[in-house]
């Protein structure tokens, strides 16, 4: 049986809010991830996995530092 906190790594990316200022609408655009609040000062985008690499990837390259 698999891992859930891997599967749940495989799934999803939470990060500080403020993290996603001014590539966010880019983002939901691009790709096909839900982006919901994780609490007051964070947001969980959740997808496929093969969304969520292209999403890691979409981050880096706009310059957001990843856990």
Request: charged residues 20%; aromatic residues 4%; negative net charge.
């Given at each position: 049986?698999?891992?859930?906190?891997?599967?749940?790594?495989?799934?999803?990316?939470?990060?500080?809010?403020?993290?996603?200022?001014?590539?966010?609408?880019?983002?939901?655009?691009?790709?096909?991830?839900?982006v919901c609040s994780a609490g007051d000062?964070?947001?969980?985008?959740?997808?496929?996995?093969?969304?969520?690499?292209?999403?890691?990837?979409f981050l880096i390259r706009h310059g957001?530092?990843?856990?």
């Amino acid at each position: 049986m698999p891992d859930p906190s891997r599967l749940r790594d495989s799934t999803q990316i939470v990060l500080p809010c403020g993290e996603l200022n001014g590539i966010r609408s880019k983002l939901e655009a691009d790709y096909t991830v839900t982006v919901c609040s994780a609490g007051d000062s964070h947001y969980r985008i959740i997808g496929s996995p093969v969304e969520i690499k292209a999403v890691n990837d979409f981050l880096i390259r706009h310059g957001v530092s990843l856990p």
